[in-house]
């Protein structure tokens, strides 16, 4: 535990070192849960927009892209189901003044026995030596019985009063279990109360004639809305797909692991709609190709798993998350849900507009059940830069801090190096800068011994450094460094691009992901 918080801690340090992530508003202490993206930041946000936006929109001739705004007309969040459902149960500490999501207190209270059933298990395999059976261990060990049924009754118990609304029955199970703040120790608690996740805000001049409206919860309903107008301006024929990328909002009540959960996010989002009837195929289908989009960033298959849902949301027939192995535990990257026509009907009945498409194979209008993925931006962001600090011995005996990033999606392609700062050397290194930019994010780095910037741009994430030397001038060749590797290789300057290009060429990498 103590390693994978140094490990997080870590993270958060370097993301703002690099000029990556900086807290918002720092001069002025900072908004919680609200971050910036720096220079880096912002081309690696950019870069994985970008190779999420090809794989659905450009490899896809049924899938096209959509930009709605964020404000919609507030009735939409009414059919929705948002105004009357998307709440998180709160509770506050009467002593410390803190607030807590009361499921998660609760839910947190009951991992509690897992942990103690995983003692048993360690101390069990010490005793036993390699004749030690964990599964049956596992499955007649009073003790470790006793535990889970422990824990699956608390959770039970929540999920039952929080279905049926029965707060005072959550408030009840966390004074039953004696649940403390875990800041103050204290177990003196307010009730729980729902709270609304959606930010509101006013639209108009005059208090009196303004428009409540809400800054959107999630990108979807904006895909929903404009259903039958994409599909009659782009003729499409079902099934078909509408992908965005935009703004989010939610006020969550506890915002921790940096950007993690944030109240301002951004979601990649594709809506697929199908003949009903179809839906369970095509969400099996999105489920697979999903993970193979995540994979081909070559992060490694141990990182990520399926959580399918038990419990599903009112709109659902079928959910499951592709879970990403964060410093923090595993947890919730991507979800893929199937939808039903669960949004489609809501807004046909609230609009009184029809959203229904003929279907001539089949010759009949029908409602589309839709099978939506939506992936955060700023997750995979975490999930692609955690996974890239790495810190590595070397055979001199010294460490390196070297940032993993997937080439494709590296700010920076390559930094050119001038070994020194006369002589005509930065000349051509600038020059080769000039060649390069219309193809690649390049950058120039002439201050400091090589060894020092090798490091820096190692520490950057820069798949190439290019050094310009003496014989550079006499045959026009460079050192190519590899950040991986450390290799370093001679090459002609007109060599460059296409070594760079092998690399980092998006396309080459998406093919992965068939
Ligand atoms: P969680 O259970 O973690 O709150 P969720 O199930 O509410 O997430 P969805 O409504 O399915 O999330 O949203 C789709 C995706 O949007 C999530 O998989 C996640 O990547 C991202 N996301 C949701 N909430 C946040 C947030 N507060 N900050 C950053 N990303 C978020």
Redesign the pocket.
Known sequence: MANQEDQFKKVLSHAKEYGYVFQSSEIYDGLSAVYDYAQNGVELKKNLREYWWKAMVQMHDNIVGLDAAIFMHPTTWKASGHVDAFNDPLIDNKDSKKRYRADVLIEDFAEKFEDKVQKEVKKAAKRFGDAFDEAQFLSTNPRVLDYRAKKEEILTRMGKSLEAEDLADVKAQIEELGIACPLSGSKNWTDVKQFNLMFGTKLGASAEHATDLYLRP?TAQGIFVNFLNVQKTGRMKIPFGIAQTGKAF?N?IV?RQFI???RE?E?MEMQFFVRPGTQKEWYETWKESRLKWHLSLGLGMENYRFHDHDKLAHYADAAA?IEFKFPFGFK????IHSRTDFDLKAHEEYSGKKLQYFDNEINKSYVPYVVET???L??LFLAVFSNALQEEELEDGNTRTVLKLPAVVAPNKAAILPLVKKDGLPEIAKEIFDQLKFDFNVTYDEKDAIGRRYRRQDANGTPFCIAVDYETKEDNSVTIRHRDTMEQKRVKISELKSIIDAEVNMGVWLSKAK
């Open positions: 999630e939610r969550e915002a993690f959960r944030q996010f979601q998350d919730e990257l991507e979800g939506s992936v955060g700023d997750r």
